[in-house]
């Protein structure tokens, strides 16, 4: 049952990485207007660098595809890691009014990787 829940999980947290990769790479959803004006900035800073948004999205989009198939979950995880460090980090210290849904993924990322750990054991030997 534990383990139904957690593939449940992984398929939402998947779709989740690759909506919001697609959202980036095309632009189909709607920038908020009311956004604090911090987040602008870093948005605008993130802007600036031009391969770094696609680079982002497409961590997003491969991670969140192999982070689906329960095979390649691992491996998914690990691709997603520095995307969520970035997340995490973002919302500590420029938008810390809404760290809770941050927080949210961060716990089923850690779910992941805990039910994956016989997975990593050949990389820290």
Do not use: Q
Not at 11 to 30: Q, R, T
Not at 49 to 64: H, Y
Not at 65 to 70: H, M, Q, R, V
């Amino acid at each position: 049952m534990k383990n139904k829940i957690l593939n449940i999980l992984s398929v939402v947290y998947g779709l989740l990485f690759i909506n919001g990769g697609l959202a980036k790479l095309l632009k189909y959803m709607p920038t908020p207007t009311d956004l604090p004006e911090a987040v602008v900035k870093d948005n605008a800073a993130l802007a600036e660098i031009v391969w770094l948004m696609p680079l982002i999205s497409c961590a997003e989009i491969l991670g969140g595809l192999l982070i689906i198939i329960p095979k390649t979950r691992a491996l998914g995880a690990l691709i997603v890691f520095p995307v969520m460090v970035g997340v995490l980090l973002h919302h500590i210290f420029v938008d810390p009014k809404n760290i809770v849904m941050a927080l949210i993924i961060w716990i089923l990322l850690i779910a992941i990787i805990i039910n994956n750990k016989e997975k990593y054991l050949p990389i820290i030997k």
